[in-house]
């Protein structure tokens, strides 16, 4: 091998080293490694957290007259439970859209859905299809 062959190889492994040092934080100041305070703390889904999502986001596209507004109950995930707190919320909401608009029949749900959900403990009750988040 001649000289341009060493060279080359010479600068090869010169910018491998550099950037083997760069991935892992060699000869830089700051440390790279992640500590257990760098990350988020877990979240803790509840079920009424559960039923707030699934009573307002398919009451929301009832009202607005969304294209799958129209599966049933088992289809959408909802328990016996959370349908009745579904069409309660739903018919308050359709006659809030009247009164006052589509923002304001939407904010209903919103509203009603977290506090009816919460006070219902997730509304969880009659329906055998129904499973606590994992």
Partial sequence: MGSVGISA???GIGCTLALLAAMTGCGGTGSSEITPSDSPAPHRTTPADVCTSLVSYWAKE?????K???IDWEQKGLSNEQYELHEQILAAARAEQRERGAAAGEALI???SRARCEAAKGA???SENWRPPS
Avoid: F, K, P, V
């Fill in 9 to 11: 190889r010479r600068a």
């Fill in 68 to 70: 799958w507004a129209g």
């Fill in 124 to 126: 969880t009750g009659s």
């Fill in 110 to 112: 919103s509203r009603e």
């Fill in 62 to 66: 009832a009202l607005r007259g969304g």
